[in-house]
């Protein structure tokens, strides 16, 4: 059933799914289900459960390590790879866009004073709690 797909587009294929992917890695199954078993049919679906299930026994990332199997199952090493950076694209560039909006608000006198008054009260939250104890 493996149908050969070319490296680019199984980037955009991994990118899209790195996109559109939240809720973390328990989500990936059915978006890698109908992606690839019921849209494009290039991998079957005993194939994507038995990813999956090793993808979980695996230290790291759910969604990157499923995508380095069906990667090295469509298109060998490379496409392992790819697969990987492709599903971790979009994610990456989002956090990098986010750490540099929070490092202009680190700055900000009103940012540091609600987090000044967030840390008192956790202190007050954590003395409270020491007394019920």
């Known amino acids: 059933m493996s149908k ?7 980037f955009l ?6 996109a559109i992917l ?10 890698m ?6 849209k494009r049919k290039l991998v079957e679906h005993d194939d994507v459960i038995d990813y ?8 790291g990332i759910i969604a990157a390590n ?3 199997f069906i990667g090295y199952k469509l298109r060998g090493k490379w496409g392992a790879v790819i697969a990987m950076v492709g599903v971790t694209f979009v994610p990456f ?14 700055n900000n006198s009103y940012v ?5 008054g967030v840390g008192i009260s956790v202190i007050a939250l954590i003395m409270l709690t020491v007394r019920e104890m």
């Open 4 to 10: 050969k797909v070319s490296l680019i587009k199984l």
């Open 13 to 18: 294929i991994f990118t899209k799914i790195g």
């Open 22 to 31: 939240l809720g973390g890695g328990y989500v990936i199954l059915p978006i």
């Open 33 to 38: 289900t109908s992606e690839f078993v019921d």
């Open 52 to 59: 999956f299930a090793l993808a979980q026994s695996l230290p």
């Open 66 to 68: 499923m995508s380095m």
């Open 93 to 106: 560039w989002c956090i990098v866009l986010l750490a540099s909006i929070i490092s202009s608000l680190v």
């Open 112 to 116: 540091l004073g609600a987090l000044w």
